[in-house]
């Protein structure tokens, strides 16, 4: 069973960066597809970026050429930076793992509040 915590959330400006980091524990953090979503009141939770046992990486269209995911094997990490934000609606963003695709099997985090506000 792998273990994620998540840190980094807050408020930013609008137009401002923020990196938000996932500690993994229990395991590798390249043994997994690891992923970032993210959860708004009144929606469904949606996938932000996903990165594949450490290499590719996927990104949902409205957040391409602005946020990037990566992983560290030296600290077992997994990062999601997040630059210039302006209309991201304030959310939960969570850490997620998970074996492949197809399983059932996920492992959360419990999510870190972002808030983009002026």
């Known amino acids: 069973q792998v273990h994620l915590v998540e840190s980094g959330g807050g408020y930013v400006q609008p137009g401002g960066s923020l990196r938000l980091s996932c500690a993994v524990s229990?395991?590798?953090?390249?043994?997994?597809?690891m992923a970032w979503y993210r959860e708004a009141p009144g929606k469904p939770r949606e996938l932000v970026a996903d990165?594949?046992?450490?290499?590719?990486?996927n990104y949902r269209d409205s957040v391409k050429g602005r946020f990037s995911i990566s992983t560290d094997n030296a600290t077992n990490t997994v990062f999601l930076d997040m630059n210039r934000l302006e209309h991201e609606a304030p959310a939960v963003y969570l850490c997620?793992?998970?074996?492949?695709?197809?399983?059932?099997?996920?492992?959360w985090g419990r999510g870190n509040q972002v808030t983009v506000t002026s």
């Open positions: 997620n793992a998970k074996r492949s695709y197809i399983t059932d099997n996920h492992n």
């Open positions: 229990g395991s590798a953090v390249n043994d997994y597809i």
């Open positions: 990165i594949i046992n450490g290499g590719r990486s």
